[in-house]
């Protein structure tokens, strides 16, 4: 994408590159809506798709977005739901208990919800207290299932106009919590509405969560999809991943002069990010940052301190992730992966096996439960395991298997030999899959 930073200088005959003169302030959160939101064309279409198809309709469907820590849910989840209000939906976020409580759904909808008739008789009815929200949240909880169901399927009908309706739902692998409680039967009822269109109004459920949420979903008897409603995210394209970065510097951190520099700059940060949303970001904004105290000037390399600050911020994000794993786990993953080699896939036998050497309670498949809830592991579409990031692969054998070689040695898997293993990561053109190493 060409930007209007990019200037020929007449003085030196090098292209120039120019900040904009009103910069973009840096803000230090690094998770949720993205400052400069570049890619996921494809997973954006698609779910333009399900409204086009929901307003033909006038049914509804969930859509899903499911995938590790930091891969971009939440931005994305905001991306959608920002162009779907541009486009005259109306976009509420809700919280769990909005899919089983009718007050706390009118409540995030912004819906009167207000009529004696809906008030439990375990509510005690107050007259002039009509129209509080209040009162009713806490008649909610008392309503039988099927009540709360009629209740929920009225508020919806009535704020779902013509337009349609976006509820938009993060963390949606959190609902697993609520399987077996009292409110399951009127949180399926309204899955279900939505689900199958039956609410006689464009309805979108727009959910987000990680990797695990499609089957904490089925728990809810939500189990099949239809073809395009279910994504997963991954890293960022390269053109993508380029220009997230080179909005930092220039947007943001006020780069300016040789756009050479720029460039060896944009290369020089994605070489360490591998697409990833988490890392381009931490990245970034620590070069922004630096430019910016700086006054802008790119040098002809990255600063080392943006860059030092950047790999810290890499293996925080990976100790995040692995802070629930006993150590005898996380060195047994590493020398799963450490024998498998880079890219390789990983047999749920293989795991549970190696997990349930640490003596952890609840065995090797609570570990390996506790793995993918982190997003240590991902399930792939064949069943088998891999780890989201070639930089974690790697951090995980130097951290755990490289520096653990006196620990006993790794159990075999209970069922016999490992099936013959695949490559998994596609390489890329441009080499960023091979990482430097993150020893510290
Ligand atoms: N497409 C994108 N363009 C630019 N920045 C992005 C993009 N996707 C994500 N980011 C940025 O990357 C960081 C991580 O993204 P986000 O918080 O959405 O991840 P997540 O998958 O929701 O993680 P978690 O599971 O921890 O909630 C955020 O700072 C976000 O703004
Ligand atoms: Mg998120």
Redesign the pocket.
Known sequence: MKHSSDMLSPRRGHPQVVPPKQLVPITTR?????T?????EREIQAFQKAQTDARASSGGTIFLIQ?A????????LHECAQRAAEDGWRVAEITNDALYDPAALADAVDVPYATKSTVHRETRWRAGLSSSVALFRRGAEGMSSEYAGRALRRVLEAAATPNGLVLVLDEAQTLRTLHGRQCQPALETTLALIHNGKIGAPVILLA?G?GMSRSVLGQFSISRFERGRVMGLGR?SVM?ERA?IRDWLVRAGGARGESEYLARWIDTIAAECYGW??H??NYAVAAAQRLLDTGGVLTAQVSTEALAEGRDARVEYYDARVEDLDRADRVALARLLRQAGDGCALDTSELIAAFSSSGTPGGGLDVLRSALHKGVVVKRRDGRFEIPIPSMHTWLVQEYADSARTLPPMPRAAEGPAPARQRTTPRRSDNRDRDPGLGR
């Open positions: 690094d998770r949720g809506p993205a400069f939101f570049h890619g996921r995938d820590p930091g891969a971009g849910k939440s931005a994305l987000g990680l960022l993508a997230v949303p988490q381009i970001q």
